[in-house]
């Protein structure tokens, strides 16, 4: 007892800030182990989530990449069978459009029209525009029933794995606008492209 006695005289005698904050943690350790403990987790979680939205704008920003060299490709093969066609065409039409006689207008714009379809990504979501593009690249792709070289099986899995992927993400403000535009050309400029090659191809058969 006279030995506690002298332990808490030593320390009113010698009483100092850093020395009570020292007994208020001894005391209350289990306490600020458990607070601390959730202060870490609470840190982790957010560096996790930074670290998730960083690897789907990166992911993102290399399949966008990748679908405007697909573009390019196709614009140039675009560009040969326009002028295939209008060399040996005769009386009939070059086509193009991407079916668009199948569709009702609002579809049309939604394909062709990057402003129309900036006006809707106004007033709807990144992900439903992208589901709807989807949708309708399916159903006028089955329209034409002409052949499928490596150009149109090629843009076929782009445009699937950026679907695919884009579907999955829960942060919908990563996806950006122009990426839905582009996402919009690709399905136009391969629609295309599927038409001008069946048209090349009814033409050689017809002459």
């Known amino acids: ?15 100092t800030f850093p020395i009570l904050i020292l007994l208020v943690i001894l005391i209350f350790y289990k306490e600020f182990k458990k607070l601390f403990d959730v ?20 992911e993102l920003a290399n399949r966008e990449n990748s679908i405007k060299k697909q ?7 675009n560009r040969l069978l326009q002028q295939k066609l209008e060399e040996n065409r005769g009386g009939l039409g070059t086509g193009g459009g991407g079916g668009e006689g199948n ?11 990057p402003r129309y379809l900036r006006q809707e ?26 052949p499928e070289d490596n150009l149109v099986l090629n843009t076929k899995e782009e445009i699937d ?9 829960e942060n919908e403000s990563l996806i950006t ?8 050309k690709i399905i136009k400029a391969i629609l295309d492209y599927q038409q001008y090659l069946s048209s090349v191809k009814f033409l050689e058969e017809y002459n």
């Open 71 to 77: 573009l390019e490709l196709i614009y140039d093969k």
């Open 161 to 169: 794995e950026f679907y695919s992927f884009s579907k999955n993400i």
């Open 177 to 184: 606008e122009d990426l839905v535009i582009n996402f919009q």
């Open 103 to 113: 569709i009702s207008s609002h579809e049309y714009e939604l394909i062709t029209n």
């Open 121 to 146: 990504l106004k007033v709807r979501s990144a992900k439903e525009l992208i589901t709807e593009l989807y949708d309708l690249y399916y159903h006028n792709r089955m329209i034409y029933h002409g």
């Open 39 to 58: 202060l870490i987790n609470k840190i982790r979680e957010a560096d996790d989530i930074k670290l998730g939205s960083s690897n789907i704008i990166l």
């Open 1 to 15: 007892m006279n030995k506690m006695y002298s332990t808490f005289e030593m320390l009113y005698m010698h009483f």
